[in-house]
């Protein structure tokens, strides 16, 4: 089990860059906890405990809004850390988490980790430049919310997942992540109804292919082309 951790910090941009004794330590600070299907594992607004990673299973990310609806930020699977900012701070979360199926997560606690940081202060600039780069990607994601069609913000989420969930075969990469439609439509804020309309123009046009409950992209280099743009593709849903 303590490989399974020692591998999962080595692997993340936080982390990977520092050395193997240091490592070491975080491994020794890490605690785990195995979750059920539906099982909340913070909520936002709550007390930030520390830093976690998905060992097995996978965890949704959201925001919710005061009209009951949700904001799916991500969803973090394997190998995947989330809630860098509650591990400095140990301030309130910024969103909400919940297991997809039975989930293992490792925990980095906040308490911990900054009375070893008293002791390492030179690692705090370290910390501090790796936390930059990931307000700079939260930011851009603001800004496909705000200013991009849903065709170009739907186009970004399956190539993104593309690399992180994919698996390439002879008819193209298959996303690993079986996500609904309605969770889809939480990624990039638009509704199911149109999440679907568009998947089904890209599939038409043998942009993807649906099987099994997977997104298979097959030619990404169209996806791209469309995420590049700022309204999607006209009249196959964008909007």
């Given at each position: 089990m303590a490989e399974d951790t020692r591998n999962l910090l080595a692997r993340h941009l936080l982390f990977r860059g520092l050395a193997p004794e240091i490592l070491d330590q975080l491994v020794a600070m890490s605690v785990t906890k195995n979750l059920k299907h539906g099982e909340v594992l913070f909520l936002k607004g709550?007390?930030?405990e520390g830093l976690y990673g998905v060992l097995t299973g996978s965890v949704k990310i959201t925001i919710p809004s005061l009209t009951g609806k949700e904001l799916m930020l991500g969803v973090m699977g394997p190998g995947q850390l989330f809630g860098e900012i509650a591990l400095l701070d140990?301030?309130?979360?910024?969103?909400?988490?919940?297991?997809?199926?039975?989930t293992r997560v490792l925990l980095v606690?906040?308490?911990a980790f900054n009375a070893f940081l008293?002791?390492?202060?030179?690692?705090?600039?370290y910390f501090l430049g790796i936390m930059c780069e990931r307000m700079r990607a939260t930011n851009t994601r603001l800004e496909d919310v705000a200013f991009l069609g849903l065709g170009a913000r739907l186009a970004k989420v399956l190539l993104h997942l593309a690399i992180e969930h994919g698996s390439v075969g002879p008819d193209g990469t298959t996303i690993r992540r079986r996500l609904s439609q309605s969770a889809l439509g939480q990624m990039v804020g638009s509704s199911r109804e149109s999440v679907n309309k568009q998947l089904q123009a890209w599939k038409e046009a043998g942009w993807i292919g649906m099987e099994g409950g997977k997104i298979v992209v097959r030619k990404p280099e169209s996806l791209e082309g469309v995420a590049r743009?700022?309204?999607?593709?006209a009249g196959a849903g964008a909007g």
């Amino acid at each position: 089990m303590a490989e399974d951790t020692r591998n999962l910090l080595a692997r993340h941009l936080l982390f990977r860059g520092l050395a193997p004794e240091i490592l070491d330590q975080l491994v020794a600070m890490s605690v785990t906890k195995n979750l059920k299907h539906g099982e909340v594992l913070f909520l936002k607004g709550a007390d930030g405990e520390g830093l976690y990673g998905v060992l097995t299973g996978s965890v949704k990310i959201t925001i919710p809004s005061l009209t009951g609806k949700e904001l799916m930020l991500g969803v973090m699977g394997p190998g995947q850390l989330f809630g860098e900012i509650a591990l400095l701070d140990g301030g309130e979360r910024t969103a909400s988490a919940e297991a997809l199926g039975a989930t293992r997560v490792l925990l980095v606690p906040h308490r911990a980790f900054n009375a070893f940081l008293a002791k390492r202060p030179e690692l705090y600039l370290y910390f501090l430049g790796i936390m930059c780069e990931r307000m700079r990607a939260t930011n851009t994601r603001l800004e496909d919310v705000a200013f991009l069609g849903l065709g170009a913000r739907l186009a970004k989420v399956l190539l993104h997942l593309a690399i992180e969930h994919g698996s390439v075969g002879p008819d193209g990469t298959t996303i690993r992540r079986r996500l609904s439609q309605s969770a889809l439509g939480q990624m990039v804020g638009s509704s199911r109804e149109s999440v679907n309309k568009q998947l089904q123009a890209w599939k038409e046009a043998g942009w993807i292919g649906m099987e099994g409950g997977k997104i298979v992209v097959r030619k990404p280099e169209s996806l791209e082309g469309v995420a590049r743009g700022p309204l999607g593709i006209a009249g196959a849903g964008a909007g």
